[in-house]
T-cell receptor, first 112, second 114 residues
Framework: ETGVTQSPTHLIKTRGQQVTLRCSSQ?????VSWYQQALGQGPQFIFQ???????GRGNFPPRFSGLQFPNYSSELNVNALELDDSALYLC???????????FGSGTRLTVV | GDSVTQMEGPVTLSEEAFLTINCTYT??????LFWYVQYPGEGLQLLLK?????DKGSNKGFEATYRKETTSFHLEKGSVQVSDSAVYFC?????????????FGGGTRLMVKP
């Protein structure tokens, strides 16, 4: 079975721009979560999608938004990028409430 | 809110030394506890877990016991190898939180020298 795949692996954006990150969940998983990991820190929960609906959100501003598609893949969109948005963005999928998460390798975003 | 506190690193050990990484937590509910490992340039891999008090999670020689009375979940290994060099994260899932979110500690970098 395939794991969680994220694209792109790296990208560089300019402050004020918008970015879209993509995640393909593991086969059979219907729940996708996104985390932001700043350099040298632990991951912070952004939000989670279950069957195309957001069902939990961390302490992130509205310029962080997401989508989940019928095939359970997901996008993370960030508008009006700030320098502090530079981080590793991790996607994790699971088979539902109480099930274990599988993490992707992440997208390294650098905002200059 | 919930939080996880880990000992700060880096922790530098010689091969075959004993490892302990301390982890304590606060949670409003009765959490499940996890240890994840992150190798350079990679995402997170689940190392072990425990879902109730006195449970012991174990995997690849690593162990951690869920201690409700001390709200701790310390990671131990009897004999570390160079290949264990990585960053280790303690985490919890609190059933009182929407979205089944993971709350992570800040991570502890382990460096094992030959």
């Amino acid at each position: 079975e395939t794991g969680v795949t994220q694209s792109p692996t790296h990208l560089i954006k300019t402050r004020g721009q918008q970015v879209t990150l993509r995640c393909s969940s593991q086969s059979g998983h219907n729940t996708v979560s996104w985390y932001q990991q700043a350099l040298g820190q632990g991951p912070q929960f952004i939000f989670q999608y279950y069957r195309e609906e957001e069902n939990g959100r961390g302490n992130f501003p509205p310029r962080f938004s997401g989508l989940q598609f019928p095939n359970y893949s997901s996008e993370l969109n960030v508008n009006a990028l700030e320098l502090d948005d530079s981080a590793l963005y991790l996607c994790a999928s699971s088979g539902g409430q109480g099930r274990l998460y599988t993490f992707g390798s992440g997208t390294r975003l650098t905002v200059v | 809110g919930d939080s996880v506190t880990q000992m700060e690193g880096p922790v530098t050990l010689s091969e075959e030394a004993f490892l302990t990484i301390n982890c304590t937590y606060t949670a409003t509910g009765y959490p499940s506890l996890f240890w994840y490992v992150q190798y350079p340039g990679e995402g997170l891999q689940l190392l072990l877990k425990a879902t109730k008090a006195d449970d012991k999670g174990s995997n690849k020689g690593f162990e951690a016991t869920y201690r409700k009375e001390t709200t701790s979940f310390h990671l131990e290994k009897g004999s570390v190898q160079v290949s264990d060099s990585a960053v280790y994260f303690c985490a919890l899932v609190d059933p009182n939180n929407a979205g089944n979110m993971l709350t992570f500690g800040g991570g502890t970098r382990l460096m094992v020298k030959p």
